[in-house]
């Protein structure tokens, strides 16, 4: 079957490879960062002394994949595997890619502009400043506020809730924390301000897309119980199971090609009767 968010797949699997070669160029030398980690890690003062690709290639590269550090690449991989599948197949992997380069892009920027203003609004200043910001945590966090547009009654566990909660909350949720965590001076080396960057550039993109990309039919209003729905499902119920196999199997395919529309009452009482729909 084929694989239905390529992107997502290549995504995580080039993290993981820029991951394994960081820690591999490092052996030995556990305090010294590698030639990748100073080639693609970006800060103020190395885009102005000429390193323009760092706002491209930052995202690749995650915290020393050592120890508790670990958990910085298998937070932002597993977010995006969770998040990313479903988001890619409703978008497709061009529009998927976009959004991603695009929020890490956009991440990058509010990243550099709260650098500058904390630098007094000078040049000088901004030249001055050596912090590095490495990590796809915006990139994925615009696939999260994607997701958030596409799928906004899906229910998310976000700690420190016990309870489950609208993803749409959820996102505007995160917003206002890293607002109020920017200004946490122990938490400075986190990058809140390119988390924000990441989610509205994902929230606005997929707002601009939301009228072209049709909803699948599993996320169409409920149905209801009426004399249509009834009559539908005593005809199906009545279908030889020849006749029931070549109906569902051209429905499935024509979903599968992403003819998503809302689901005629025949349509859904086939799915009720394959126990595809409940």
């Known amino acids: 079957m084929k694989n239905p968010a390529p992107v997502t797949r290549l995504i995580i699997l080039g993290n993981v490879a820029v991951?394994?070669?960081?820690?591999?160029?490092?052996?030995?030398?556990?305090?010294?960062?590698?030639?990748?980690?100073?080639?693609?890690?970006?800060?103020p003062a190395n885009l102005l002394d000429g390193a323009w690709w760092e706002p491209f290639t930052y995202m690749w590269l995650h915290a020393p994949p050592v120890g508790l550090w670990v958990t910085h690449i298998l937070f932002n991989m597993m977010t995006l595997s969770i998040f990313g599948r479903p988001v890619e197949s409703r978008l497709g992997s061009r529009r998927f890619l976009m959004i991603y380069f695009l929020g890490g892009l956009a991440a990058a920027g509010f990243f550099l502009g709260q650098t500058w203003w904390?630098?007094?609004?000078?040049?000088?200043?901004?030249?001055?400043?050596?912090?590095e910001i490495?990590?796809?945590?915006?990139?994925?966090?615009?696939?999260?506020a994607a997701f958030a547009v596409y799928f906004p009654d899906a229910r998310l566990f976000i700690f420190p809730f016990p309870f489950p909660i609208r993803a749409s909350k959820a996102v505007g949720f995160f917003i206002v924390l890293s607002l109020i965590m920017m200004f946490v001076p122990a938490l400075s080396f986190i990058g809140h301000s390119a988390h924000i960057g990441g989610l509205l550039a994902g929230y606005v993109l997929a707002r601009a897309w939301l009228r072209e990309i049709p909803a699948p039919p599993v996320l169409a209003r409920p149905a209801q119980k009426t004399m249509d729905e009834m009559a539908a499902t005593l005809a199906v119920a009545n279908l030889s199971d020849a006749d029931f196999r070549?109906?569902?199997?051209?429905?499935?395919?024509?979903?599968?090609?992403?003819?998503?529309?809302?689901?005629?009452?025949?349509?859904?009482?086939?799915?009720?009767?394959?126990h595809l729909l409940v």
């Open 246 to 274: 070549r109906e569902v199997k051209t429905l499935l395919g024509e979903l599968g090609k992403g003819s998503w529309r809302p689901l005629s009452p025949r349509e859904r009482a086939l799915l009720r009767r394959a």
């Open 134 to 144: 490495v990590g796809a945590s915006g990139a994925v966090l615009a696939v999260v």
């Open 19 to 43: 991951a394994v070669l960081d820690v591999l160029l490092t052996l030995g030398q556990p305090r010294t960062d590698s030639i990748v980690r100073q080639l693609l890690a970006l800060s």
């Open 118 to 131: 904390a630098a007094g609004h000078t040049w000088e200043g901004f030249h001055s400043v050596t912090q």
